[in-house]
Structure formats: structure tokens, C-alpha cells
């Protein structure tokens, strides 16, 4: 038995959905993803979901306090007004987010805003593994992770996490971290060295192996993975276990072949900078690291104390999504690219005594690339709640239609990639709205 | 003026698993037929002998590795393993051993650690800053002092036998002299160490329940309302999430009314599932600020820990800026009462009223619940698999085990390691479907990977990436960072470790990083061990006890070899077997001496034998 056929019967026995001939890496599907995440719940008003003169029923004011409660009166420019970007309302402020309309005014056509995503949560984790896994279970693996893990194919890893905020669950042999401060740099240069203590008698590296003799303990510890598969095979957990070993060791060192000079950026002690991930993301992508990865945009969302730190966030963030598209564009990879913009949440309608906003059980997110662009997709009431819409176009249809939860939402980008959302999300509804037609 | 109530109040539960209320299936016809309901043949026995499954079994010295790993985080010695192969039921003995080692005691930390996710050393440090910086602490102190108090209280408790439950009813905290100065609290410092003392600012004393650092990890902002740490309390220690459930609430809530709001947890339906219990008991926990950040104590020091109040009212009125400085104020009897200010329930455990943390402590110590659910936390913990997973029969042996043993985690755990299904490694189903319980391979923690390679070879792998100035003005040295167990620098999430905020759960099996990782720790650890061996007399050594570094003997090599096997795999083997065969033609292939030493001893810290057990 081959060892592509011995992981697919072996993970399929242990229930991990998906895994099938077609998906265990040879999943056929030529689609990349970036998921960004603007960690900490952003505040849609801001942007995507304007509510300016919103009404109620009655014809009163809605109780919503977006941005222009912000507004300095004194500078004429620092107006908050709705612009509609093609088919694209957004909310915008020359003064302060003038990276936004900039944004929307060059990457309308190819991007695709959805509110009124029902998050299921108003606290973060739970939020974020909704947002990500389709699931409320923090042990599911996340989009880019199977994604990753289905069509990865030959590339050295399914997927990368640079944000620290991926989970990977049982798929985890197929991605990789560079964690939270870069430490990943001193695995992959061999010329980045971790400091000794000023104390020790010695420097990193202690060892460092000739290249013959590093062959020859590979060689080694090839045949003693092949000795325990002998003694402890015979069943799919255990199977699966060792199999997983042997190819972490085989994609670590690919890995290490093909992402070192991508990963030059990184400094070890630092965290890596919005710009330098987005960067970074594209470069793994467009030299075949892997199919996903997942960014962040560094800034905390969550503001409780204050809001008017939405301001600065959303001009840095739609900064970065120009730069990206250029990037994507560029390297001839926007139309097989999906981009996942997602918060793991949205803020209170009206603010707290302190001037900031607490969390919202709601959200909104933005697809770009490979989507159905220049549309929006749902809708928030007066309240700031979620509309029911019809899942399979993404309008709103407030008799008849369905909420679209987080796992609607999760399995529609699942879709948009290739992967059979039924496989990881069985009986979920895909929301479909933002496929291209 | 009471401020406006967000409906971020509100962690309301839906009243069905998906929350699509908006459109509701059309009912299925169903017509059953007699037959189909009343079974007629009843004159045929079949009552069949049943076939049990196959079951793969560890070895002796398999099972006591596995066993070793689990209880203490490193391997059995030589002795050890001579021991079981002379006597299986040596393991017994040695069990008895390890539950009173100093590093059971790390382990229970360990276990701890993860349950409660406070080992964050990547966020949330109180910085150095008054009498802190006078007594010449470093960050990396202040960092491990605090998150280890805690721990430290479970680790007593677990180590001296006493009833499990004690870590939550506790009358005394744990402090050494850095956290005794962060909050004030009495503290011998002829002493020393880490000592029994209490909190001094009328806090319920109530073990971890009432530890700074738990709620300092578990913040409640603003109108949470101690929600979130009342869920992480049902959460940890009954596996009752119920701010896991799904959050459906329809039409929506007079947001701009905040008596509608306490009034809609109370009565409103989507509501009232969760919060009928949630809200009562989060109301143990008012009194605790809800945060305690680094910015804030940065700020306060800026302004000199007093308000200037020619600037008009104290933002944070009845909070006073000093209570962000040394010593810390985290808890203010004034504020314990909150419940009642906001029109919430008092508090109540599950419908029980109680009337501060030390009811609560007491109730979910004599909770069921709290049996059942510290058997599977730590059965999860121990096998690598999900708690809820835990097969129901050996639950309840567990849990009878725990409640007849007067909550004895140390009895909890030899069952465990000892049970029939810890050694078997599989089973096949038996003939009338059923299956046996058993623990798959299990994957090295990276904490046992440390404390692994620090017995074996006497390596730490610490980095030291201060910068020349970084003591003053306010110190943030990290100094010695242990590189396997560190996410500040080190690889600890990336090997399938927690680093408490952004990696929640751990992941249990090889992946590219933990390989790349666990190299890079086998290079170093055998560059340290051919560096620092042939430095000492050779009963002074860890590993190459046998060898010098000149020597040729071919005899003498594979004595030495056949020695390191017995040591770092625990495997007895002749010294012309076949395992001795391959290492001799690495140690040759890389030209002997210290280059020959260094390669094999790269190659065994690195088998694949250490990383799965």
C-alpha cells in the first residue's frame, strides 16, 4: 500500500472528514487563500455596514453611534459620509480613513462585502473559532488549515499560519507557525543563531552536522520511523501518528529549502508587521509554499475604552488590502485567489460610559479575488442584527430566508476554494452569495 | 447616573442548536404500520457467546516509558527498566515513587497550566515598576512569579495528598517575595520561597478562586459583568460551558434602557437558559476590577499614582489610581455588591444561594460534577484526547476511584496510568461490536521534551535575547528563556504546546515545526553533551560514561552504544545487535571521536522513539 493510500485509509477510518483521494492533498483545486484577521471585534459601522441616518420603523433614529460621533467640527474634512463604490456602500472619512475610499475606489469590482453574519458568541474565543472553524469547537481545524490539508498537493505545507491566531487541530501535520516572535527565522537560516546566556561556556550551534552526516542520521532516523511503524502500526490512530512524522520531518525540511528566503523579514524578538506579512503571504503562495495563509493585521480591535481607535485601525487595514490586491495582481494571482477579510466580531450599537464599544454578536466580513465582486451580500437591521437572507444569493429576504451563521459563511468559503464544505461541515448550508456567477 | 447598559450584557442562549429560527421545516409524515412496530417472531434464541477484540498491548518497559513521560515528564532510568524486566510488577513500586517526586509535582503544574491558561508569556505582563524595581526584580520574574502562584497552590495540595477539591476552598494563598510585593501581602523573607500567606484586602479566601492571577488572565470588561470568569469557572471545573452554546437573541433588546436589559436575562427566553445560571454566578466574583494591564499601572506611575483632581473627576471613579500601583489593589470590598447595583441576581451556584467565593468553593468542591469533571480533565490530559471523549464506563470507574479515595488526584492518576486501557495500544471490536477502551500513540509535550533532555544530557536550551539596556528605565530582561518551553522565544505552541491566549488547545502529534524544532534541540543538546562529558571524569557524566574521546576500541564503542540505548530509548541491547549495528556505522560514517559522538547523539535525541511513546 502506497503511503498516500495508507494516510486516506487511515484518516478515514479515524472519521477526519474530508479526507478522501481527492482531498488529501490531491484535492485538484487550484485556488489560494488569504485569510486576514482583524482580531478583536471591528466595529462595521465604520465601514462596511454605514448606518448614517439610519431610521427605525417608526421613521425615529436608530440607536446607533457610528464613526461621525467622532467628528471634529471645527475641520471641514472630517466628515463621515455614505459612498457607494459601484454596488458598494461604505462608509467613509477623507480626514480620517482616506485609505478606505482609496481602496474601494480601485478594488471595488473585485471585492464582495457580507454583513450581517450571525456569530453564534459575543466573547472571543468563542467567536474566533466560529469565525474560522465553521464550528464552536476550538480543536476543528480552520479554513486555511484545510484548505491547506485538501489541495495542497506537492507543495512543502498546506498552510502557514503568520498571524498566530490559525488552528490547526488534527490537520496540524500539514501546516506550519512562525510564532509569535519569529522564532521560526532560527529554524530556518542557519546563520540566525538564538544567543547563549552571557553566563554559558559556549555558542548556538553546539553542533552542526556535515552535510554527508546530516544525510546519514536522516537515513537513520528514517529506518527507526520504519522499525516503530513495524511494532506499533496496525491501527488508523497509530497508522496516522507515524505517518504524520515521517511527513512532518519531509515538509520541514522542504520547507526549510523553499520559505527561507521568503521569511528574510522576520526578525527574531519581533513580531512581523502587517505590511511584511501581507508581503510574506503572497510570496508563499506565488512560489508554491503552500495553498493558505493567515495574516494579521496586528492592530486589537477591541476597543472598549476607546472606540475612536476604529479610525486609525480601518485606515491601516484597508492600506494593506491595496497593497495586497497590487501584490496579487501583479504576481498574476487574482483570479485564483480568495481573501478572506474577517473580524471575529462587530461592536455594540451605542457606546459604554467610557467612550468605547463592547462586543456585538454580529460581524461582517469582505471576500476579494476569486468572488463575485461589486456586490454586497446581507444586511443589519435597526438594531445592528442580522438579517435573514436567501443563502444561495445572498439577498435579503426577511420572511422567508435563513440567518447567515457563522458556518453558512465558513462553508460558502470552503466552496469558493474547492473544498466540499459537506466534508467538514456536514449538513451546513454554504452561503453562496458571494460565488462567482 | 448609571451608564447605559450595552446589550453586550446579554449572552443569551438560543433555544435551538442551529438558530435559524427564521424559516422552520414542514412536518415529516410519518405512518407506522404494526409490523413495524411490534416485533411477532419471538421463537428463535440467539444468544451467541460474544468474541472479544484483539488488543495490542505495550510491552513492560513500554508501558512503564509511557508511565514515566506521563507522571514526571522523563524517561525511566536504566535501573528502572531493569527492574520491571525483572519483575513486571516493579511498576507498582515505582509508581508509588514518581506520585512523590518533585516532578510529579511539575507535572501537575504542567496539567494545571493548560487547564487554566496562564502561562502567557507573549502578553499581559505586570511591569516593573516602584518597589519592584527597588528590589531588583527582572520581568522574567515578575512573569514566572505570578503565573506560577497559583499553580504552585495546586501543586501543594496534589503533592501532600490532600483532597483535590481544596485548590478551590482553600483559606490561604500562595505567595513568594515578588508576588507578596505586587499585592502586599504578608510574606517571611528570612523564609523565603513560596509560603502560605492571605490576602489583605478583604477578598473571600478561597483558593485559586481567589488567585490575582486568574482573573487577571480571565478579564471581564465593562458590561460583562464577571460573566466571562463565571463561564471559565463552570467551564474548567464541571465542563459546563455554557457560554459555548450558541447566543440567539431575537428582535433585539431597548438597548438605550438598562432595566430592559437586566430585565431581559431574567425573563426573556432566549435569555434566560444561560443566564438564570450564568449571572448568579458571576456575581461571586464582583469586587474584582476588571482588568489589571500593564498600561494601566504604566499610566498610574506616569501621574504618580495620584489623581490630580484640578483635572476635573477621576475617570475611573470609585477605582482610584493608586490601586494601579505597588502594592496592587485588584479587589475592593465595595464593589462586591455589584450584582445588586445593576439590578442582576445575587449570587447562587446552580439555584443555591451562596454568599461569596468561599460558598462557591464549597459548593462545587461537593459538586458531582466536579468529580466527573476533574476525571476527565485529567484523563484527557494524560491520553491526548478530548475530555468528552472519555469512554463512559471508565468514567465512572474514575470518578469512584476519586470520590472513594476523598479526592485524591494522586490516586486519581496511578488508576490512570495503570488502568488496562493506558497499556493497551489498540483493540479490535469484539464480535458484538463493542470495543475496549485504549490510548493511541501519544506525542511528546514540550514540556516533557525539556525536562526529557535536561535528565538525559543535563542540556537546557535557554537564549538570552535582551538588549544591553533593557533594565532600565523599567526592567523588561527576560534574561535565561528555556527555548522549549517558552512562546516568547521559544517553540512551545510551535511544539504543539499552548501559549495561553492565541494557541487554547494543544496539538497532540507530529507536525513540521515540532520536527524542525526538535532537531535544532537534538543538535545543541548533543553538542553540550560531547562538549561537557569529555570535560569530567567519567562518573561524573551523563551519558558517555564509557568512552573517551580518543578511543578506537571497537568493543568499547559498542558497549557505549548499546548503554546510550538502554538510556535514551530505554531499550536493553546486546552491543552486537542490530540497533548497535546502525549507530556504530553513524558514529564511523562521521569519522569518529567527538564528531562520531555528536552525530549519534544528534540521531537518538531526535528518534522518533522519544517523540512518540
Known amino acids: ?437 | 447616573m448609571l451608564p447605559i447598559v450595552a446589550v453586550a450584557t446579554l449572552v443569551a442562549c438560543g433555544d435551538d442548536s442551529t438558530g435559524n429560527q427564521a424559516k422552520k421545516p414542514a412536518p415529516t409524515d410519518t405512518t407506522l404500520t404494526v409490523d413495524s412496530v411490534v416485533d411477532t417472531d419471538t421463537t428463535t434464541d440467539t444468544t451467541e457467546p460474544v468474541v472479544p477484540g484483539e488488543a495490542t498491548e505495550l510491552s513492560e518497559v513500554e508501558h512503564l516509558v509511557r508511565v514515566s513521560l506521563t507522571l514526571r515528564g522523563v524517561r525511566p532510568s536504566p535501573t528502572e527498566v531493569e527492574a520491571v524486566l525483572a519483575d513486571p510488577a516493579a511498576i507498582d513500586t515505582l509508581v508509588d515513587e514518581w506520585l512523590a517526586s518533585e516532578a510529579f509535582g511539575e507535572t501537575v503544574k504542567d496539567l494545571h497550566a493548560e487547564l487554566f491558561l496562564l502561562r502567557t508569556d507573549t502578553t499581559y505582563q505586570l511591569p516593573v515598576l516602584g518597589p519592584l524595581t527597588a528590589a531588583g526584580y527582572s520581568q522574567a520574574e515578575v512573569h514566572h512569579s505570578t503565573v506560577e502562584a497559583p499553580l504552585e497552590l495546586v501543586r501543594e495540595v496534589v503533592v501532600d495528598d490532600r483532597p483535590y477539591g481544596e485548590i478551590l476552598t482553600a483559606d490561604y494563598t500562595v505567595a513568594n517575595a515578588v508576588v507578596a510585593d505586587i499585592y502586599g501581602l504578608p510574606y517571611d523573607r528570612e523564609l523565603g520561597g513560596w509560603q502560605h500567606t492571605h490576602w489583605t484586602d478583604g477578598r473571600p479566601q478561597s483558593g485559586v478562586l481567589s488567585d490575582s492571577e486568574m482573573w487577571r488572565r480571565h478579564v471581564s470588561n465593562a458590561a460583562n459583568f464577571h460573566r466571562g470568569r463565571a463561564n471559565f469557572v463552570s467551564r474548567t471545573f464541571l465542563c459546563e460551558d455554557i457560554g459555548g452554546r450558541d447566543v440567539f437573541v431575537e428582535g433585539g433588546v431597548d438597548i438605550s434602557d438598562e432595566l430592559a436589559v437586566a430585565h431581559a436575562v431574567s425573563t426573556d427566553p432566549g435569555c434566560v437558559g444561560c443566564h438564570n445560571v450564568l449571572d448568579p454566578l458571576a456575581a461571586f466574583f464582583w469586587g474584582y476590577k476588571e482588568q489589571l494591564k500593564r498600561g494601566a499601572i504604566n499610566s498610574a506611575y506616569d501621574m504618580d499614582c495620584e489623581w490630580d483632581w484640578e483635572d476635573g473627576p477621576n475617570p475611573r471613579d470609585p477605582y482610584r489610581i493608586e490601586h494601579w500601583c505597588y502594592p496592587l489593589k485588584f479587589y475592593d470590598v465595595a464593589e462586591q455588591d455589584g450584582w445588586d447595583t445593576w439590578g442582576l441576581k445575587p449570587p447562587a451556584y446552580f439555584g443555591q444561594p451562596g454568599r461569596d467565593a468561599v460558598d462557591l468553593g464549597w459548593m462545587m468542591r461537593e459538586d458531582p460534577r466536579f468529580a466527573t469533571c476533574t476525571v476527565r480533565n485529567v484523563w484527557s490530559w494524560m491520553t491526548q484526547t478530548p475530555r468528552d471523549e472519555m469512554p463512559p464506563a471508565v468514567v465512572t470507574e474514575l470518578q469512584q476511584v476519586f470520590i472513594d479515595s476523598d479526592q485524591s488526584f494522586q490516586e486519581l492518576a496511578r488508576a490512570i496510568v495503570l488502568h488496562a486501557s493506558f497499556r493497551r495500544l489498540d483493540v479490535t471490536p469484539a464480535s458484538d461490536g463493542t470495543i475496549e477502551p485504549s490510548v493511541s500513540l501519544l506525542s511528546l509535550r514540550p514540556e516533557m521534551w525539556t525536562r526529557t533532555i535536561e535528565d538525559l544530557t543535563g542540556f537546557r536550551w535557554v537564549a538570552n535575547e535582551d538588549g544591553p539596556s533593557c533594565a532600565t528605565p523599567s526592567n523588561i530582561c527576560w534574561e535565561s528563556v528555556d527555548l522549549a518551553n517558552s512562546d516568547l522565544y521559544g517553540y512551545r505552541s510551535m511544539f504543539g504546546g499552548v501559549d495561553g491566549m492565541t494557541v487554547t488547545h494543544p496539538i497532540h502529534t507530529p507536525t513540521p515545526t515540532k520536527m524542525m524544532a526538535l532537531e535544532a534541540l537534538a543538535h545543541d543538546a548533543a553538542g553540550y553533551v560531547v562538549l561537557t562529558d569529555f570535560a569530567l571524569p567519567a562518573a561524573e557524566r551523563r551519558l558517555l560514561t564509557e568512552v573517551e574521546v580518543d578511543t578506537t576500541d571497537e568493543s568499547a564503542i559498542r558497549s557505549q552504544l548499546a548503554w546510550l540505548n538502554l538510556r535514551i530509548l530505554s531499550q536493553p541491547v546486546a552491543p552486537d545487535s542490530a540497533d548497535v549495528d546502525a549507530l556504530y556505522t553513524l558514529y564511523t560514517a562521521a569519522g569518529g571521536g567527538d564528531s562520531g559522538w555528536s552525530t549519534v547523539l544528534a540521531a537518538m535525541l531526535q528518534d522518533p522513539a522519544l517523540v512518540l511513546f
Not at chain 1, 50 to 56: A, D, I, S, V
Not at chain 1, 60 to 71: A, K, L, N, R, T
Not at chain 1, 113 to 121: A, D, E, F, L, R
Not at chain 1, 335 to 354: F, Y
Request: glycine share 12%; charged share 20%.
Open chain 1, 1 to 437: 500500500m502506497d503511503r498516500r493510500r495508507f494516510l486516506i485509509s487511515a484518516a478515514a477510518s479515524l472519521g477526519i472528514p474530508g479526507v478522501t483521494l481527492a482531498q488529501s492533498g490531491r484535492g485538484g483545486g487550484d485556488k489560494n487563500l488569504i485569510v486576514l484577521l482583524a482580531v478583536g471585534g471591528w466595529d462595521v459601522t465604520f465601514c462596511f455596514d454605514p448606518k448614517l441616518g439610519c431610521t427605525q420603523p417608526d421613521g425615529s433614529s436608530c440607536f446607533i453611534e457610528g464613526p461621525e460621533v467622532d467628528q471634529v467640527q471645527s475641520n471641514p474634512d472630517d466628515r463621515e459620509a455614505v459612498q457607494t463604490f459601484g454596488n458598494i456602500p461604505v462608509m467613509v472619512n477623507p480626514a480620517k480613513r482616506p485609505a478606505v475610499g482609496e481602496f474601494f475606489s480601485a478594488w471595488h469590482h473585485r471585492s464582495h462585502v457580507i454583513n450581517g453574519i450571525w456569530t453564534g458568541s459575543i466573547a472571543h474565543d468563542p467567536c474566533r473559532y466560529r469565525l474560522l472553524t465553521g464550528t464552536p469547537d476550538g480543536t476543528k481545524p480552520d479554513l486555511a488549515t484545510i484548505h491547506g490539508f485538501t489541495n495542497g498537493g506537492s507543495r512543502p505545507l498546506g498552510s502557514v499560519d503568520l498571524s498566530g491566531w490559525s488552528i490547526s487541530g488534527p490537520l496540524a501535520a500539514s501546516s506550519g507557525r512562525v510564532g509569535h516572535n519569529s522564532q521560526i527565522k532560527a529554524l530556518l537560516d542557519p546563520d540566525t543563531n538564538f544567543r547563549a546566556p552571557p553566563q554559558a561556556p559556549f555558542n548556538y550551534p553546539l553542533y552542526a552536522p556535515k552535510q554527508g552526516d546530516q544525510a546519514a542520521i536522516e537515513d537513520y532516523l528514517a529506518s527507526r520511523a520504519e522499525e516503530l511503524k513495524q511494532r506499533f502500526g496496525g491501527s488508523a490512530a497509530n497508522d496516522l501518528a507515524l505517518l504524520n512524522l515521517v511527513e512532518s520531518v519531509d515538509r520541514g525540511k522542504r520547507f526549510t529549502e523553499q520559505a527561507a528566503g521568503i521569511l528574510d523579514t522576520l526578525t527574531i524578538g519581533q513580531e512581523s508587521r502587517f505590511f511584511d506579512q501581507l508581503d510574506m503571504a503572497v510570496d508563499l503562495i506565488d512560489q508554491s509554499v503552500c495553498r493558505a495563509v493567515t495574516v494579521d493585521t496586528t492592530y486589537d480591535w477591541d476597543t472598549h475604552d476607546v472606540n475612536a481607535g476604529q479610525h486609525g485601525y480601518y485606515n491601516g487595514l484597508f492600506g494593506g488590502l491595496s497593497h495586497l490586491m497590487e501584490q496579487l495582481e501583479s504576481r498574476g494571482l487574482l483570479d485564483n485567489t480568495v481573501v478572506a477579510v474577517i473580524s471575529e466580531m462587530t461592536r455594540t450599537p451605542l457606546r459604554n460610559a467610557g467612550g468605547g464599544k463592547d462586543h456585538w454578536g454580529h460581524t461582517s466580513a469582505m471576500l476579494m479575488g476569486a468572488v463575485q465582486g461589486d456586490r454586497v451580500s446581507g444586511a443589519t437591521d435597526h438594531y445592528l442584527e442580522s438579517i435573514p437572507v436567501n443563502l444561495a444569493t445572498g439577498e435579503v429576504d426577511d420572511a422567508g430566508g435563513d440567518y447567515n451563521k457563522y458556518d453558512n459563511f465558513c462553508a460558502g468559503v470552503l466552496e469558493l476554494v474547492d473544498v466540499d464544505p459537506e466534508e467538514w461541515l456536514p449538513n451546513v448550508v454554504p452561503f453562496r452569495g458571494a460565488h462567482p456567477s
